[in-house]
Nanobody
Framework: QVQLVESGGGLVQAGGSLRVACAAS??????MAWFRQAPGKEREFVAA????????YYAESVKGRFTISRDTAMSTVYLQMNSLKPEDTAVYYC?????????????????WGQGTQVTVSS
């Protein structure tokens, strides 16, 4: 059974940093990504990484502040978030897909974690 388990969320002041992690068990995927969803808003793409080769792609809103990476031995993907802003507050979800191309819409991902809350105070 495939499982994606997130960890590492929490509360941080604006300008601070957090790292969230997503451990995949049961199988590997070609692309893993992070999405986020704030209250009353649609789920939005944050960052993605290709498991083979490590190519990355970011939403404009986080480019230069967030870094996605993976540890192939641990089957874990990370999202390092720096210079956090109150508008980054959301539930962050890990997602995975079998296709080899990077897509930025939630419907393109078949496996999801349960989400981890990130709250940035002003």
């Amino acid at each position: 059974q495939v499982q994606l388990v997130e960890s590492g969320g929490g509360l941080v002041q604006a300008g601070g940093s957090l790292r969230v992690a997503c451990a995949a068990s049961g199988r590997t995927f070609r692309v893993m990504a992070w999405f986020r969803q704030a209250p009353g808003k649609e789920r939005e793409f944050v960052a993605a990484i290709k498991w083979s080769g490590g190519s990355t792609y970011y939403a404009e809103s986080v480019k230069g502040r967030f870094t996605i990476s993976r540890d192939t031995a641990m089957s874990t993907v990370y999202l390092q978030m720096n210079s956090l802003k109150p508008e980054d507050t959301a539930v962050y979800y890990c997602a995975a897909r079998d296709g080899s191309n990077i897509v930025i819409t939630p419907v393109g991902f078949g496996s999801w974690g349960q989400g981890t809350q990130v709250t940035v105070s002003s």
